[in-house]
């Protein structure tokens, strides 16, 4: 079956931790997506990429396109990280790949 | 610019009737992607267009849905006849193609329930 898996599937952290969310997929894609939707459901995206790795203040996201694995980090995290973080790839990949269930982040005070 | 628009934020419906789900991307923004999202499947490509045209429809579960994209500044999502398998939260997002890497804005989304 093509699939996106992400994991941990809920995590719960304190703030100042650092965080790293995994996502790993079945057939090859030429690029991949990071979102991260809000308590409210708002939609951001955090990233695109399709090789190496790309930061944005503290966020990091790295992907290895042969070993079909990607990964975001959070670094000095803090509560207003509280969100839910989903992969997926650009398009819909080969044979209807879609997005991961996503990670659910909670960061305490 | 206000970003994505989407109307109606929220509708209701009953099964069989026709529901028409729209979208106003960000001006100057050449491509526009349909999105589902449910509890049980999460989130979802339906239709992506490039330019007005429609480069992926490979995502629409069925007949019953169709989106039309007839100038850069429109597009609506239609499905008929409506099922109540079909609530879910249906994003629009759209993006330019620009040394900018492609991020895509995404809209507020229209929640829909059918009954």
């Known amino acids: 079956k093509n699939e996106v898996e992400q994991s941990p599937q809920n995590l719960t952290a304190q703030e100042g931790e650092f965080i790293t969310i995994n996502c790993s997929y079945s057939?090859?894609?030429?690029?991949l997506h990071w979102l991260q939707q809000h308590p409210g459901g708002g939609i951001v995206s955090l990233f695109m990429?399709?090789?190496g790795k790309k930061k944005h203040g503290r966020l990091i996201a790295t992907i290895n396109i042969q070993e079909k694995h990607s990964s975001l980090h959070i670094t000095a995290s803090h509560p207003r990280d509280s969100a839910v973080y989903i992969c997926?790839?650009?398009?819909?990949?080969?044979?209807?790949?879609?997005f991961g269930k996503g990670t659910h982040l909670i960061i305490q005070p | 610019d206000a970003g994505v628009i989407q109307s109606p934020r929220h509708e209701v419906t009953e099964m069989g009737q026709e529901v028409t789900l729209r979208c106003k991307p960000i001006?100057?923004?050449?491509?526009l992607f349909w999105y589902r999202q449910t509890m049980m499947r999460g989130l979802e490509l339906l239709i992506y267009?490039?330019?007005?045209?429609?480069?992926?429809d490979s995502g629409m579960p069925e007949d019953r849905f169709s989106a039309k994209m007839p100038n850069a500044s429109f597009s609506t999502l239609k499905i008929q006849p409506s099922e109540p398998r079909d609530s879910a939260v249906y994003f629009c997002?759209?993006?330019?193609?620009?040394?900018?890497?492609?991020?895509?804005?995404f809209g507020p989304g229209t929640r829909l329930t059918v009954t």
């Open positions: 997002a759209s993006s330019s193609d620009t040394p900018r890497l492609y991020e895509q804005y």
């Open positions: 057939v090859g894609i030429s690029a």
């Open positions: 990429l399709s090789s």
């Open positions: 997926g790839p650009i398009g819909r990949g080969a044979d209807g790949l879609t």
């Open positions: 001006s100057g923004h050449n491509s």
């Open positions: 267009f490039n330019n007005n045209v429609p480069i992926d």
